[in-house]
C-alpha cells in the first residue's frame, strides 16, 4: 500500500520545545521507508502558502490564519489544505498538539477516508495539578460537583474528545497509557505505547577536561545539570531548595540550567542566596549542550511530569548519573539504585527539595562501581528501549495497522 504520511505541526512553538524534536527524529527515519512524507506547518513564517522539497519529502508552509488560532478556526485552515492534499484512504495525519478537537473534528469532515494519529506529549492536568494523577481521578470522580467552567474538566472533557475524534491515541509513557484507558475512557485497542528513541550510544573518547576547562568550570567543581524551562511544573522550585541545602553542607558544587531562561524571574526570593553556585546557559544548540552533558557529573530530572523526556534521555546517552523524581511518567524511565537516584515528590515542596538534595548527594558519595552499573544500564536501554530502531518499528506497524482496519 502506498502510504502517505502528513505530520502536522505548529511551527513557531516547535522550535524550541520536545515536539520539535520528536518532529525532526520521526522525520530522519520515515522518509526512508515512505515515498510520500509531508510536514505541515502551520503558523509559519511567510504571507503565502509555500511549497518546499525537504530531505524527507514536502514542506506545506501555512502562514498565519485568523491571528494564528488554528486550532479554532479548522474551516479555514482545512479547506487550504484540501486543495493541496486528496482525501484517500492510505493517508495518515499525525497530529500533536492540544486543544484541538474543533480542528480535528473538521479534518475529519473534509478527509472522511483518511486515518488520524494522536501523539500524546502532554496533558492539560500535568502542569496544574503538578503531576498527582490520584487528585485527576478524585476530581473527575466529582465532576458533578464542579462549577462549570472548572479549568481542569474542560481540558479534561477536550483531550478525551481528541482521542475519541481520532484512529489511535500514541502515549509516550505507560503512566500515561494507563490513564489514558482508565480516566479518560478510551477503548484499550485505540491506545498505543510507543516511547521516544535517540541515536545509538557511539563509544568515543571525549575531550572532559578539555571541554571543562573552555566552560571555565574548576577541576575541583561537581557540576548537576538540569536542561529545560524554569517552571514549577519542571521542578524548578525544588532544584533550587535542593541546590541550597545542599551547599550548606557540600564544597565545590555548583548547578547549570541549561536552556531558555524565560520564566525565572519567578522564582527571585529562591534564587537571591544562591545565584552565585548557579550557572544559566541561556537556549543552547544541540552541540553546545552536548559540552555541558560531557562537563557535567549529574543530571538532574525533577519534574511533576513528563511524557518521555528527551532530555533524560540525552542525558542517559552522555554517561552522567541520574538523579530523578518518581513523577508521572518519569517513573518509567527509571528504577532507584538500577539506572537512577530516585526521589519521592512530597506534598511539601521543602520535603521534596530534602528528598532531592539527599538522593544528589547519594549519588556524588556512590561506590564507583555502583554507579558504572547505572550508566551501563542505561546505554543498554538507549541501544534497546529506546533506540531509534525501535520507535521506527513501532510507528511502522501502527501505521501498517490503520490501513488494514
Known sequence: MNTRLFFIDEWNSSRYNGIGTFRNTLLRGLYKSYESVTLISLNSDCEKIMIDQKYYGQEFRIPYIAQGQWRYNGVLIVSSLRMLIDDDSNNIFIVNHSPSSAFITEMRRQFPHSKFIFVIHNQGWCTQLLGDSRLLRRIIKDATDIKAGNSIIEYFREEQQIYSLVDAVVCL??????????????????????????????????????????????????????AGRPTQAKGFNILLGAIKNLIKNTENVRCVVAGSISGVAEFEPELASIASDLIFTGHLSAKDLKKWYVASDIGVIPSYSEQCSYSALEMMRMGLIIVASDGNGICDMFSNYKNAFVYKIAESSNVSARNLSHAITEAMMAPREMTESMIEFNHHLINTRFSLAAMYDNYRRLFSYLQNM
Open 173 to 226: 509513557s505507560m503512566s500515561t497509557y494507563k490513564i489514558v484507558q482508565n480516566v479518560y475512557n478510551i477503548p484499550s485497542e485505540k491506545c498505543h505505547l510507543i516511547v521516544n528513541g535517540i541515536p545509538r550510544v557511539r563509544t568515543k573518547i571525549v575531550e572532559r577536561e578539555s571541554i571543562r576547562r573552555q566552560l571555565g568550570i574548576r577541576p575541583n567543581e561537581k557540576i548537576i545539570i538540569f
